[in-house]
């Protein structure tokens, strides 16, 4: 056991609380719904980034770099002015959902290089220009924009060029639970010397306004270059500052005059360090050196090429020499054991797959953030605050009133989707599970607890609209957890596998309650996370009135009742009466295989035998009904729903073998062309799956024809076929069409950033990959199908996921010219040295290309390439 993994077993058995401090500040909490007090949920507009500076957070923090405690009381990050900027750069900018031409989007470089589970060594790195920061004509030019043209980057406006800019490194490493050594290094990547001031700022969240109780919190200098912060919570905390710097103070408290233009009480306020450093008024902050919000005031003049370092010390006691040998070493120790640590999860890995994989778990770790949100008090006000609007009482969330959230989760991106989604958090989990199982058990467990999970037993989506619905995963991310744990210790928990299953059984019921309104088992579910791959808003009323049967809806409850069947077969092992739950979602998995392949309202399957191919139905008011032939990633969900049946397991668990034997033999006809229930495949096992074998073969003709879904670069979302066949629906004269868009959508159907029509998305091409190998396991190598169609390559299916797996990781690689495909033309990210091995995790990829879209630090699910690098490189 390595030095880390020690200190994440001593923190499981709560010997030492190496999590209490971590990477959890948000990178952007204004323009969120939680601190949204407007009567209409216009979010982005309510609070932009022009307030930030000057009001304070209801429900959270944000900075750059930050650390805070797992509560979010005492917060830490970084502030700087390059001398021109108008203001201080506290915080990440980016342009709202209205404000891109392809929806919010922030306008910075930053890079998450390294972390580790306990975050007892972390490396965060950023690029602040050295000229002034082109906000207004961030804004100007993308309102230029339409959603046919590419977005208008930082790096298009030239401040990059001459290599004008400054690299901020942060690093943090513990010397104990609560000693956290800081270290910043500032590069000037110019030829001429520059200025820049650096503001560690150390200050509490303001959890006092609202409730109109006293502070019980205050920050003091103590001694030249020395404060210390003291809440009844953590006692006293001190911040050591080399060189002994100017310390300012002020309180983290509204700017009344500014916002509102009413007096303040106190002058000292949220932006008094802007006032101080770049307007220079003086009176701005507290001559007594006490507040709640806290600086030291570094001015660095750097030579041209050359890097300056400011040591710092987070420490819960007093030091005399709080610099001394130690805290190098402590740096030097940390470093090299996050090498060991992430060595021994996949060692031997050539350079530059070695740098992916490490920063891919680094944002994944750098992603997890305090949130907190109580909806029965934001819906309703707080005692110190007027009331919030009447009319959120009847507006976004309100039969949500039992959710509770005040922990660190794992955020898709904590600037633009710094709140937690469902789905995406089981893609988390599974990663997360490579490096720390025991955060990734407690964070599957937590969205299905009581103050969660609503007591419908709906699972809560995301903020925006807790209510909408996804993919139901969790099962599969539980089972996956407990399988990656039991192989990597050689146990498996139990107690935490029967934890969700309780808790997803409640979610299996609202399913099949709520989203399978004609008890067909073909089931609704809205847009299912898949924005704009109809041809419709499939989360809305219909234009044409009626329903759709979906797809997607259906397989993804295949996918549920088989997870479910496995996690009780696991269980059935030492309790038998679970083996009744295992039948139950056996007869489950085989009505709904049954259905979306032979049944439709008028006797129409979603499978079509002509095209071999899965589609969703649509049902008019009048009863008519019929198939939406797009060829998109909504035909390919049923591969998902596909597991085996081992023949030890069928022996072990007692009378599950003689039930299902005797199931089969009283409904026939659900077994056939069903699932290879009958037909034994290697080493005897069975097969349950939603598409038969000569169906498997003929999806797979598309799956793997690269002039349809097949890409270089993974699977895409939609099919190439329709970029020259477009999918057009006539309704009461009006045109609804889809067509292949390989990079960003031109379409508002479900939001400004919302793209499924091409590009690819890396959580589903892992699952495909994934039912692939299943596949594997039950045909063996004698299965073998061309890939790519029409090559006359034959592989077999263990190979043909393979082969997607090397196509979705070349897209960070080198190629042989040695570009990234992720960077596209950026050749700031291709040729510079200092640029070049920094790897940004989009949230999809260009189709055609590999360029990185959307999202530019969604390693919530994209981290997944670092387990598709562990599987190419262990065969796991």
């Not at 995963?473 to 996956?480: D, E, I, L, Y």
């Not at 989360?539 to 996690?567: H, R, V």
């Not at 006797?603 to 589609?615: G, H, M, P, R, S």
């Not at 057009?728 to 868009?741: C, K, P, T, V």
Request: with cysteine.
């Amino acid at each position: 056991m390595n030095a880390e993994q020690q200190r994440i077993q001593e923190n499981a058995e709560l010997k030492a609380h190496w999590n209490r401090w971590g990477s959890y500040l948000s990178d952007r909490q204004w323009g969120t719904v939680r601190e949204d007090y407007s009567p209409y949920g216009n979010a982005w507009e309510y609070f932009p980034h022009d307030r930030a500076r000057s009001r304070a957070y209801r429900w959270g923090e944000d900075g750059l770099a930050g650390f805070c405690d797992r509560h979010g009381e005492i917060c830490f990050a970084l502030a700087l002015w390059n001398g021109k900027d108008p203001i201080l750069k506290e915080r990440l900018f980016g342009l709202t959902n209205s404000q891109g031409n392809h929806g919010e989007d922030v306008k910075e470089y930053y890079f998450y290089l390294d972390n580790t589970p306990t975050h007892s060594y972390m490396r965060w790195l950023y690029k602040y220009p050295q000229q002034e920061f082109p906000y207004q004509r961030l804004i100007d030019e993308n309102a230029k924009r339409s959603k046919y043209e590419w977005e208008f980057e930082l790096l298009d406006t030239g401040i990059f060029d001459e290599n004008c800019y400054f690299d901020v490194m942060a690093e943090y490493a513990k010397a104990s639970p609560e000693d956290i050594c800081i270290r910043i290094s500032i590069t000037n990547r110019s030829s001429e010397t520059a200025a820049i001031d650096l503001l560690p700022t150390l200050w509490f969240r303001n959890t006092w306004s609202w409730t109109g109780k006293d502070k019980e919190c205050q920050i003091a200098k103590v001694a030249d270059g020395v404060m210390k912060a003291h809440n009844q919570k953590y006692g006293d905390r001190y911040l050591f500052c080399e060189n002994n710097p100017p310390l300012i103070f002020t309180e983290n408290e509204t700017n009344y005059y500014r916002i509102y233009g009413t007096p303040n009480p106190s002058p000292y306020v949220k932006d008094s360090f802007d006032q101080l450093v770049i307007h220079k008024n003086q009176e701005a902050v507290n001559p007594a050196q006490v507040g709640t919000k806290a600086a030291a005031w570094y001015h660095l003049e750097i030579a041209g090429g050359e890097t300056a370092i400011i040591k710092l010390r987070f420490v819960d006691r007093y030091l005399d020499n709080p610099f001394d040998r130690n805290f190098e070493n402590v740096l030097i120790q940390r470093q090299q054991e996050a090498d060991e640590f992430y060595e021994s999860i996949t060692p031997n890995l050539d350079e530059d797959s070695r740098n992916i994989h490490r920063q891919a778990f680094a944002g994944l770790l750098w992603n997890k953030q305090f949130y907190h949100y109580d909806l029965e008090n934001w819906l309703t006000g707080d005692k110190a605050e007027p009331a919030p609007p009447l009319q959120r009482l009847n507006g976004r969330n309100h039969n949500w009133r039992s959710l509770y959230a005040e922990e660190v989760i794992s955020m898709p991106d904590k600037w633009e989707y710094p709140w937690f989604a469902a789905w995406d958090l089981a893609f988390h989990c599974l990663v997360m599970a490579v490096i720390d199982s025991n955060f990734a058990k407690n964070q599957l467990l937590l969205l299905t607890r009581e103050w969660y999970m609503h007591p419908n037993g709906q699972l809560p989506a995301y903020e925006w609209a807790f209510g909408d619905v996804n993919p139901p995963v969790q099962a599969w991310a539980a089972w996956r957890v407990y399988k990656i744990e039991e192989k990597r210790t050689g146990n498996g928990d139990r107690d935490f596998l029967e934890r969700m299953f309780h808790r997803l059984m409640l979610n299996f019921i609202w399913w099949v309650n709520r989203k399978d309104p004609q008890g067909q088992n073909l089931f609704q579910g809205g847009f299912l996370g898949l924005d704009n791959i109809g041809v419709f808003d499939r989360s809305k009323t219909l234009p044409t009135g009626g329903y759709l049967e979906q797809a997607d809806g259906t397989a993804w409850m295949g996918m549920f009742a088989l997870n479910m069947l496995a996690i009780a077969l696991e269980l059935s092992r030492e309790d038998p009466a679970y083996a009744d739950m295992a039948l139950k979602f056996f007869e489950h998995f085989m009505y709904i295989a049954d259905s979306i392949n032979h049944v439709g309202h008028n006797d129409i399957a979603l499978w079509d035998k002509e095209d071999n191919f899965y589609y969703d139905a649509l049902t008019l008011p009048n009863g008519q009904e019929f198939l939406l032939k797009i060829h998109s990633m909504v035909g390919l969900t049923p591969l998902f729903a596909v597991d085996t049946l081992e023949p030890e397991l069928l022996e072990i668990v007692p009378g599950f073998k003689e039930q299902i034997d005797w199931f089969l033999k009283s409904r026939p006809q659900l077994a056939k062309n069903v699932a290879s229930m009958e037909v034994k495949g290697v080493g005897e096992r069975r097969l349950l799956s939603i598409t038969s074998p000569e169906g498997l073969e003929q999806v797979l003709k598309r799956l793997l024809d690269e002039n349809e879904f097949l890409s270089h670069y993974g699977i895409r979302s939609l099919s190439r076929y329709h970029l020259k066949n477009p999918f057009i629906f006539n309704w009461d004269n009006s045109q609804y069409q889809i067509d292949y868009e390989p990079a960003e959508s031109t379409t508002e159907q479900f939001g400004g950033n919302s793209n499924w029509r091409g590009p690819v998305w890396f959580p589903l091409n892992f699952l495909l990959i994934e039912s692939l190998q299943k596949y594997h396991h039950y045909f063996g190598d004698d299965f073998k199908v061309e890939c790519p169609t029409g090559s006359g390559n034959l592989l077999n299916l263990w190979e043909v996921a393979a082969e997607i797996s090397q196509r979705l990781t070349q897209i960070f690689l080198r190629d042989s010219n040695g570009k990234r495909p992720v960077y596209g033309g950026i050749e700031k990210f291709q040729q510079d040295p200092h640029w070049r091995d920094l790897i940004l995790f989009y949230e999809y990829f260009h189709g055609d290309n590999g360029a990185g879209l959307g999202a530019s630090h969604q390693t919530g699910w994209t981290a997944l390439v670092a387990k598709l690098i562990q599987q190419l490189n262990t065969y796991d």
